[in-house]
């Protein structure tokens, strides 16, 4: 166990820039994110929410600032990165599961590989989480036999199986057909509830109501507001925030 301070924040980004190319995608991002918080990232399209997200666990590189997860320094590479990298969760809009192996092996590929658990515990832990995300009767068949909100639910499992210390989604219902949106989103409320600490990147305003501590509004590649789901729905100070909601409330 590290030593740590009870109130030194998660995750932060401090004075975070991201570019490509000309684009300044990222600018001057602070945000800090605390033990069990769940902050929900909403704004335009192309205002950098999920680049914001892509860059916790390095996937995304950033040309200047810095990111601290659990007090350590996110490495720019190599085995500490990696090291680093297994302690953050991700679930993206496409699921990302190996066609070739079982739900049970995608599941267990990390835990084995990466945490060297043995197998039979591995296995245990997953039809664990596999039942947790209520898929545990599809451990046996391959994705391309489970529909949409079946496979993200297992990408869902599989990050966790990782015992990560943070989960980050980036969009992560986006692929999905309408009826298969709430099973994702029923589990990722559940995870909020038990205390996992979360960034999600959605649309969602429903789930951004339900379940985040905070909500993060972007817009050109900064934060522009950050507020509880209540202030921020009801009382947003900004009129780009203004703007944005009454366009997606109204429909």
């Known amino acids: 166990m590290t030593s740590r301070t009870a109130?030194?924040?998660?995750?932060?980004?401090?004075?975070?820039?991201?570019?490509?190319?000309?684009?300044?995608?990222?600018?001057?991002?602070?945000?800090?994110?605390?033990?069990?918080?769940?902050?929900?990232?909403?704004?335009?399209?192309?205002?950098?929410?999920?680049?914001?997200?892509?860059?916790?666990?390095?996937?995304e590189p950033i040309d200047s600032g810095e990111i601290t997860i659990d007090g350590q320094r996110l490495p720019d590479e190599g085995r500490e990165l990696a090291r680093l990298r297994a302690d953050v969760g991700m679930v993206f809009q496409s699921f990302n599961l190996f066609a070739h192996k079982t739900v049970l092996e995608n599941v267990t590929l990390g835990p084995v590989k990466v945490r060297k658990q043995p197998k039979g515990d591995a296995e245990r832990r997953a039809r664990e989480l596999l039942d947790r995300v209520g898929v545990g009767s599809q451990a046996d068949k391959y994705p391309a036999q489970l529909s949409g909100g079946q496979q993200q639910r297992v990408a869902i499992a599989r990050a966790l199986a990782m015992d990560p210390k943070v989960m980050l989604f980036d969009e992560p219902t986006s692929a999905l057909d309408p009826e298969m949106i709430n099973e994702v989103l029923d589990v990722m409320t559940a995870l909020a509830r038990d205390g996992m600490t979360m960034v999600v990147v959605t649309h969602e305003m429903g789930f951004a109501r339900r379940a985040a501590n905070r909500v993060v509004f972007m817009d050109g590649g900064r934060i522009v507001e950050s507020a509880t789901p209540e202030t921020f729905f009801t009382r947003p100070q900004s009129d780009r925030a203004k703007d944005f909601l009454a366009k997606i409330l109204t429909h």
Do not use: Y
Request: hydrophobic letters at 40%; proline letters at 4%; one cysteine or more.
């Open 7 to 59: 109130g030194e924040p998660l995750v932060r980004l401090s004075a975070v820039d991201k570019w490509f190319g000309e684009l300044h995608v990222l600018q001057d991002i602070d945000l800090s994110i605390d033990r069990g918080e769940v902050v929900v990232v909403i704004g335009p399209s192309g205002s950098g929410k999920s680049t914001l997200c892509r860059t916790v666990n390095r996937l």
